[in-house]
């Protein structure tokens, strides 16, 4: 899979993020095509979170210019809110809702009329192959199925762009590698992912990756490229190779 | 708005899901109400009182035995002195000293009129109270037994004196105290909690990366806790009404207004507390510790606040629930209308707004 020629969902220029003397996102510049999966890495404090914050429209750049899904993150922020989805570390579900009514109850606050609710729950229910547990409460799920029922509602209502922000923190390989197998389904049905990561092999996973250091992007390239620029067998040492020259603390 | 009704609904969810907690909420206000009603009753037994006779006539004689045989006091005679009974006050031995002055039996025959003198120990204002009552009757019914006896007016009154707290100040009665405690113990320790909940679980950020407004945030976070609230009043209410026999002496309308009104001020100062906590349980403690403590303290409902040293009194006017204890004794138990609490009104809606608009304010900068 590779980026596809369509006009970019995700465009920055400069854009820049100072809290008072501290830049914490310096002039970052890139693009993100439709249905790419753009991996976004660094180590704890290079920047990363700023950045996102920026692209989800909970955080107003210093300087620079950004858009996404065509929407100018100074102006359009509701707009913006409307076309992503976001997922986090924590699962963000409601332990003491069942499945069906987390479900619904994100469906809800994005205003989804109540026949595409129904319609959508019961379709995601199968996907997930979760139709027994609709009526269970989250709590009593395993930690898989947790992760990727809170992946398939990030994305419940057919947003243009999914940002993960460490979505598989804490989690085992095999449910990691099921994961992605999700993340790839929603790639090819033309939803842009943008996810964070410190799992190198999932790193590998992407179709490109950048890696940010002291709150610039240091490298920028799919993964193969950048293994072949640095001259290294795998990410895990590009990352490494980068990252140790980073002067700033981890946060 | 129905986006509103979407997250109201899963906030209801949240609150009859979680049972233990449902169950504190709405056994609170009675357990209060039957600890404060029945465990600590009004209705005193066996209280030690000392009597202490200086006369020694038939008239006295009659008298004591009346006090005596009454259930409600168990008498103790052998203290002949103002110092013995100065002290066995102050080791709490006695509760109350009636003492029948040595011109009794003279100023009676001469007069028809004479006096006995009723100390209390009131720093238990409540018992103070009742037995001084229970005396004051005893007596009472004393002299109209002797008049339709003997024919003759008889004037025997009981000079009553508080000891400690002669102003009874927050004395009458405990239910305006505990509406005041359990309103804003519940509101402010479960909107915070609520609101903590939801960042503790990583959920707020998917709601403030939401199109939801954060406003709509806070309207279904304090709706739930606003309705339990109103049901707690009525239980309150109820239960006083039934088993008190404490009924609202004023408007009930104007009783649940203001209510409503120390409500939302007691949900705002949840809100301002969730801002600033990161976990569910400093937010629980700080509620507990920043809110319960002052409201009992300071409320004027366990200790009066005419009493206490100028920078507590100070402090106590920018306890909400100290506007809101006056209001309800007013209301419910004297039975005055608005005219009486405007100003106490006035002041709490200011609170109020005030409260709402920073905890407002703050949730919104939190989001930048």
Same mark, same amino acid.
């Given at each position: 899979?590779?980026?596809? *020629? ?8 400069? +854009?820049?993020?100072? @809290? ?56 359009? *922020?509701?707009?913006? $809110?409307?076309?992503?989805?976001? &997922?986090?570390? $924590?699962?963000? +579900? ?31 229910? $199968?996907? +997930?192959?979760?139709? $027994?547990?609709?009526? *269970?409460?989250?709590? /009593? ?21 999914? @940002? ?35 799992? &190198? ?33 795998? &990410?895990?040492?590009? @990352?490494? /190779? +980068? ?9 | ?5 979407? #997250? ?36 005193? !037994? ?42 066995? #006050? ?9 003492? #029948? ?111 939801? !407004? ?88 366990? #200790? ?65």
């Amino acid at each position: 899979m590779s980026s596809t *020629t369509s006009a970019p969902v995700i465009t920055t220029d400069k +854009l820049t993020k100072r @809290f008072g003397q501290f830049i914490a996102a310096n002039e970052l510049t890139f693009q993100v095509a439709k249905g790419e999966i753009f991996g976004f890495l660094g180590a704890n404090g290079a920047g990363k979170t700023t950045a996102m914050r920026m692209l989800c429209g909970l955080l107003k750049p210093s300087s620079g210019k950004a858009t996404i899904a065509g929407y100018d993150v100074y102006t359009q *922020t509701e707009k913006i $809110k409307r076309s992503i989805g976001y &997922m986090s570390q $924590k699962f963000s +579900l409601y332990d003491d809702l069942t499945v069906a009514e987390n479900i619904r109850f994100y469906a809800g606050i994005y205003g989804m009329s109540r026949p595409a609710i129904k319609e959508k729950t019961a379709q995601l229910l $199968k996907e +997930l192959q979760l139709e $027994k547990e609709a009526k *269970t409460l989250v709590s /009593e799920l395993p930690l898989g199925w947790k992760q990727k029922l809170s992946f398939s509602v990030s994305i419940v209502h057919d947003p243009d762009i999914v @940002f993960l922000d460490e979505p598989t923190g804490g989690v085992d390989p095999v449910t990691r590698r099921q994961f992605w197998d999700l993340i790839y389904h929603a790639s090819d049905r033309g939803v842009t992912v943008f996810v964070t990561t410190h799992y &190198m092999d999932e790193a590998e996973y992407c179709n490109r990756v950048s890696i940010m250091v002291d709150g610039v992007v240091a490298a920028l390239d799919s993964p193969t490229r950048l293994k072949q620029q640095f001259g290294r067998d795998n &990410m895990e040492d590009v @990352f490494y /190779e +980068l990252a140790r020259k980073a002067t700033r603390k981890a946060d | 708005m129905k986006q509103l009704l979407t #997250f109201i609904r899963k906030e209801f969810l949240h609150v009859f899901r979680d049972r233990k907690t449902l169950l504190m909420l709405f056994g609170l206000p009675i357990a209060q109400i039957v600890l404060f009603g029945f465990a600590l009753s009004n209705e005193v !037994k066996n209280s030690r009182i000392a009597v202490t006779d200086y006369s020694k006539d038939p008239v006295t004689t009659q008298l004591i035995d009346k006090i005596s045989s009454s259930s409600y006091f168990n008498i103790q005679r052998n203290l002949n002195s103002a110092q013995q009974i100065d002290a066995a #006050f102050k080791k709490g031995d006695i509760r109350m000293a009636v003492i #029948f002055p040595a011109n009794f039996s003279t100023d009676l025959t001469h007069t028809g009129k004479a006096t006995i003198q009723v100390i209390a120990d009131a720093s238990d204002p409540n018992l103070a109270t009742t037995i001084t009552n229970y005396i004051t009757r005893i007596v009472g019914d004393f002299n109209t037994q002797s008049e339709l006896s003997t024919g003759q007016p008889l004037q025997i009154l009981p000079e009553v004196q508080m000891l400690y707290n002669p102003e009874l100040k927050g004395a009458p009665n405990f239910v305006p105290g505990v509406m005041a405690l359990v309103l804003m113990l519940v509101c402010t320790m479960m909107t915070s909690v609520a609101i903590v909940k939801e960042k503790e679980l990583g959920t707020m950020e998917i709601l403030l990366v939401s199109p939801f !407004k954060p406003i709509y945030i806070i309207i279904s976070k304090l709706t739930p806790n606003l309705l339990i609230s109103v049901v707690n009043l009525f239980v309150i209410l109820v239960l006083s009404a039934l088993f008190l026999d404490l009924h609202v002496k004023g408007s009930t309308l104007l009783l649940i207004f203001c209510s409503i009104l120390f409500i939302l001020t007691s949900l705002s100062i949840g809100l301002l507390l969730s801002i600033n906590a990161k976990t569910q349980q400093s937010a629980m403690m700080a509620s507990l510790m920043g809110m319960m403590l002052p409201t009992m303290l300071l409320t004027g409902f366990l #200790f009066p606040i005419e009493n206490m040293p100028w920078p507590m009194q100070v402090l106590a006017n920018l306890v909400p629930s100290r506007w809101y204890f006056i209001i309800v004794k007013r209301v419910m138990l004297k039975g005055m209308g608005f005219g009486a609490v405007w100003k106490e009104t006035l002041i709490l809606a200011g609170m109020c707004l005030a409260l709402f608009a920073i905890s407002l304010r703050r949730f919104k900068i939190r989001l930048q």
